[in-house]
């Protein structure tokens, strides 16, 4: 990847990331059509197990990666003042931090 304007890093985040949730999304229809959790506890224990809170996040860590690459885009291609995209940028990192931190809360508060 040779330079950071080629767009390669940020087209290659956005296959990665889009076939990782992908995978993760279908292994988790295919868990819960086979023993779906009826109960809060069945569900936190199901969700403290050490392979699922790493999966979750890292689910997570893709759908903002996939968010930022995307959202980021649309608005350099289509805002044109640099003064709007810098604050639409701005808020974007902000609200991006903001639900990571709150995932990362809430995975932590389950185990």
Known sequence: MKGTLSGTRAWVVQRVSALY???????????FA????????TWKAWFAHPGVGVAVMLFFVGLLLHTWVGVRDVVLDYVHPIAVRSVLLALLAISQIAIGLWVLTINLDLR
């Open 34 to 41: 086979a023993s779906a959790p009826h109960t809060y506890e």
């Open 21 to 31: 949730m992908l995978c993760f999304i279908v292994y988790l229809l295919i868990h």
